[in-house]
């Protein structure tokens, strides 16, 4: 039997009452109690840690110490911090290192525990709005889905696996939580539960997705389960509901098998499905709700990488996009010059 691996044990850091830190954890646990996603807090109380022993190292242990100016200092030591290999944190970083230090002392002045709100008026950096790469036509999805070896049952199931990214666009944590009675065979449709933002939505599955899974579900997964059964439908080689690691090391591998050239990953599959939706002809809104964005200006980046029907009406519309057809191999006649009138010599 395969043993299974410790769970290390959290340290809790003690803080002086009243300090940075205190009034961190204790934000933590209020976010908790208002039901934010375990993702979320474990982030913010990371970055809020990071920000509190920043102050601690230059005597600023309360939050009372902590003005605007102190908060402009810290943005501008993050934009000249630099990483172990020497390379400078990306604006998005730097985004998110500040968030949470902005919401932080927002909800300190809300609990009066602060007079004002130094952060309040602090100018976040700019997100760069990076197009999605490497996304995949359609004879590269085939040819990474060709490569999976399904006369083994591993490779069955991982073909179910990317056959759902593919048909879904669903994101990496949303496929790991699914469970075996979120998948409505008679009607075509998968129940995604606490997506982003705690969010339920139900999405359509193809056809050719709903086969994979449904030779998995009845030849693969009763070989993994074991009792009492945890109705994940997903499951690894241990018999768990398989990690976002695994989930990546999966498609990673079929990817790179195939020999396209194009490196990526469990979202690759997410940025192919909207992508090839929307060139063949979904509206944007359809697709917002595939993917289960918020906001529809989310969902807009993909009308700038599905170029297809751009190039089609570029071809159809522009006078230049196309060169005059050779007849018969021939070139075609040049055109005479246009005869200029002779003027009369007076005599």
């Known amino acids: 039997m395969k043993k299974r691996r410790k769970k290390k044990s959290k340290r809790i850091r003690l803080y002086p009452p009243a300090s940075l830190g205190a009034y961190s954890l204790e934000y933590c646990d209020w976010l908790e109690a208002r039901d934010y996603s375990p993702q979320t807090i474990r982030a913010r109380r990371h970055y809020l840690t990071f920000f509190a022993d920043w102050c601690g190292e230059r005597g600023l242990v309360e939050p009372s110490e902590v003005t605007k100016p102190v ?41 009066n525990y602060i007079l004002y709100n130094p952060a309040s008026d602090i100018d976040l950096p700019r997100l760069p709005r990076r197009l999605p790469h490497n996304v995949l036509s359609v004879p590269e999805v085939e040819a990474v889905l060709q490569r999976i070896d399904i006369r083994e049952p591993m490779g069955i199931r991982n073909r179910a696996i990317l056959e759902t990214f593919y048909s879904t666009g669903m994101r990496r944590k949303e496929l790991t939580n699914l469970k075996i009675y ?147 191999g021939k070139e075609a006649p040049e055109k005479d010059p246009p005869k200029t009138k002779k003027r009369k010599r007076n005599t």
């Not at 934009?79 to 230090?101: A, I, M, N, T």
């Not at 050239?261 to 909207?274: D, E, I, L, V, Y």
């Open 71 to 111: 908060i402009e200092r810290y943005q501008k030591w993050l934009f000249h911090y630099r990483k172990k290999g020497g390379e400078p944190l990306s604006f998005r970083s730097q985004h998110s290192q500040l968030v949470p230090v902005r919401a932080f002392f927002k909800w300190l002045a809300r609990q």
């Open 182 to 328: 979120d998948v409505n065979f008679e009607q075509g449709t998968v129940l995604i539960r606490e997506g982003k933002g705690k969010k339920d939505r139900v999405v359509p599955i193809g056809e050719r997705g709903l086969a994979w899974v449904h030779k998995y579900l009845y030849e693969v997964r009763p070989q993994l389960a074991m009792m009492p059964d945890s109705g994940f439908l997903f499951l690894s080689e241990r018999s768990e509901p398989i990690s976002t690691t695994r989930m990546t090391e999966i498609v990673r591998t079929a990817v790179e098998a195939a020999d396209i050239g194009k490196r990526g990953s469990c979202h690759m599959f997410r940025h192919t499905c909207a992508t090839l939706m929307l060139e063949g002809g979904a509206d944007i809104r359809f697709i917002q709700q595939q993917l289960g964005h918020a906001d529809l200006k989310t969902t807009d980046i993909y009308t700038q990488v599905a170029i297809t029907k751009l190039k089609e009406i570029h071809a159809a519309t522009h006078p230049g996009a196309k060169l005059e057809r050779r007849e018969h």
